[in-house]
């Protein structure tokens, strides 16, 4: 039997897509306990146990073993400078770091802010932001504040912020606009264990490779006729699709083949409209749940 601990956020931004990530690997975390901060779920290879934490102090569990595997923002790993422990991009929780000022002030860029004062929570990637564009050679100054950065500018507490943006309606209620992106977020798997030492980790880490590669791509069958089906084969592999079964047998009528190919989601189209334009027929086009 193996053992997983996976940290995830308690509440929050992330709480509900972690949650759900971890189901669509087939994981059952069905809890109705909102406060509850443990659960112990019993998998064919061993026991997996998920608590919840502030996504502060998820890094430190991970890196200390406390945790094997958790779920948390880019942004909070980077800036507790443990940018190693990133094993995979999750593609949700997007966000990005900005520089923003007043909306009627003269600052248009960074520069104009040598000299000033910039507040944020996020004072190591501003640092080295700053010191990577101006080659450490900038008086720009950096005020740390844990939340409501958003409010330092029309409170005097400094020139401009440098905060999480995602829609930008946070920074437009408070009269804030953008200058500079300085960083892009989302939510990341990190982890510190050796690849071979934990096998129920690596298991955990391919499903959720699989989870999300099935999520590029869609499958699609479909009848061709048979005299045009070297031409459609063709053009498949032409277009990088994965062509899985060529099926001669059709039961319906036997002047046509089935055809089962993968395709990534921004192909589709171009790939549809040309099936169509060779008189395919019943074309299905379905989600795929896991790739390996
Ligand atoms: O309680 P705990 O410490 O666990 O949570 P938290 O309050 O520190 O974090 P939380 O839940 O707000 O965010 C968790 C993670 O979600 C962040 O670390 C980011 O990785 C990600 N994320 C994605 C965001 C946003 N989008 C986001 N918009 N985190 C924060 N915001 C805030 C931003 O700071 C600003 O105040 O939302 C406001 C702006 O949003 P918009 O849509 O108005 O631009
Ligand atoms: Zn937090």
Redesign the pocket.
């Known amino acids: 039997m193996y053992e997983l601990k996976i940290a995830l ?7 509900e897509e972690s949650i759900n990530m971890i189901k669509s690997l087939g994981i059952d975390i069905n809890f109705t306990n909102k406060l509850k901060t443990e659960i112990f779920i019993e998998n064919i290879y061993g026991k997996i146990q998920v608590f919840f ?4 102090d998820i890094p430190k569990y991970v890196q200390e073993g406390i945790a094997t595997i958790g779920i ?5 790993v980077v800036e507790q400078q443990k940018d190693s422990l990133i094993k995979e991009y999750l593609d949700f ?3 990005r770091l900005s520089l923003a000022v007043h909306k009627e002030s003269l600052f248009n860029n960074v520069k104009d802010l040598f000299g000033k004062c910039i507040a944020t929570s996020y004072p190591n990637i501003l640092k080295r932001y700053l010191n990577n564009k101006f080659s450490n050679n900038h008086d720009i100054n950096i005020h740390e504040m844990n939340g409501s ?2 409010i330092a500018p029309n409170i005097g507490v400094a020139d401009a912020i440098c ?9 437009a209620l408070n009269d804030l606009k953008e200058i500079q992106q300085i960083f892009t ?3 990341v798997l990190i982890s510190s264990f050796k690849n071979d030492n934990n096998i129920l980790a690596n298991i955990f880490i391919s499903q959720i490779k699989a989870v999300k590669k099935a999520k590029e791509n869609k499958y699609i069958l479909f009848n061709v006729l048979n005299k045009k089906l070297d031409k459609i084969i063709f053009f498949l592999h032409n277009e990088k699709c994965i062509v899985t079964t060529v099926s001669q047998v059709n039961l319906i009528d036997p002047s046509y083949t089935t055809v089962k190919v993968i395709v990534k989601n921004n192909m589709i189209w171009r790939i549809i409209e040309e099936l169509k334009k060779n008189n395919a027929k019943n074309l299905l086009i379905f989600p795929i749940q896991k790739f390996f």
């Open positions: 956020q308690k509440a929050g931004r992330l709480h934490l502030r996504d502060d948390v923002g880019k942004n909070v929780g997007f966000c950065v958003e905060d999480l943006v995602s829609s930008g309606e946070t920074l977020s989302q939510a």
